[in-house]
């Protein structure tokens, strides 16, 4: 008899949110401003409340809902200390406690739209100072650049996933999703030869891309970076 489902190893990078703020029409209407951010594709995260000390001094189910209004779905707790750990069990979250801030991997992450199960994702993790793919990112596979850029000369395909904890460059048709900065470089840049992304990510600040870009920019040079903690994509002159 086949079996009902397979255990397999896989890996998936989640971005960290650090919470600043316990005020909930605040938190509201920064999201407003970072424009373009709702969607109906959800992107996991997991809620860094590090700076606060006790689980009753936030809403945390009202920061649940609030970010889910903005395409941002909330996936697990991060602090120091495991008096958070009932707070994220009552709301079915995962809960990691240590000291790091920048990222925390988990398996309880759907996987994203279209894109393949998670036993046919491929992760290839490369710790140098850049980064150089010379050959397709076919979907379903993920490339992470720690501690460094990443150089892509080769196509990326729709649901395949670039990760660097430094710049991205792509030299060719991006189709997939561009993740720069992961550990919160907000210096960091994306560069793009065929702006067709799904998803593209600067420390931490995303945006969707539902619809075609305008003209100048859709399949236009692009670069993509922050501005007073919003994401700005502007196209690159050739001349």
């Known amino acids: 008899m086949k079996p009902a489902f397979d255990i397999k ?4 990078d989640v971005l960290s949110i650090h919470l600043h703020t316990a005020d909930l029409t605040e938190l509201e209407e920064f999201l407003r401003q970072l424009a373009g951010q709702s969607q109906d594709e959800f992107v996991p995260f997991i809620l860094d ?10 809403d945390l189910g009202g920061m649940i809902s609030l970010f ?6 909330i996936l697990g707790l991060h602090h120091t200390s ?15 406690q240590g000291n790091s801030t920048q990222a925390a991997d ?21 710790n140098n100072p850049t980064v150089l793919v010379s050959t397709p990112v076919r979907t379903g596979q993920q ?11 080769g196509i990326v395909s729709q649901g395949a996933e670039l990760i660097a904890d430094g710049n991205i460059h792509v030299y060719a048709p991006m189709r997939g999703r561009a993740l720069a900065g992961a ?12 702006m067709q992304a799904e998803l593209v990510s600067v420390a931490g600040i995303y945006r969707n891309f539902e619809q075609d870009l305008p003209e100048h920019l859709h399949k236009k040079p692009v670069q993509v970076s922050l501005q007073d903690n919003r994401l700005v994509i ?5 001349e």
């Open 9 to 12: 190893t896989s890996r998936l």
């Open 49 to 58: 409340v590090q700076d606060f000390d006790h689980p009753e001094s936030i």
């Open 68 to 73: 889910a209004r903005y395409g941002m779905q």
């Open 82 to 96: 495991d008096t958070w750990a009932a707070a994220a069990a009552r709301y079915h979250l995962v809960f990691k």
């Open 106 to 126: 988990t398996q309880a992450a759907p996987a994203p739209r279209q894109a393949p199960q998670p036993q046919d994702v491929q992760a290839t993790v490369i």
């Open 143 to 153: 490339v992470y650049a720690e501690n460094g850029d990443l150089i892509v000369t």
């Open 183 to 194: 550990k919160g470089n907000t210096n960091a840049r994306i560069f793009i030869h065929s």
């Open 234 to 238: 502007s196209a690159i002159d050739a």
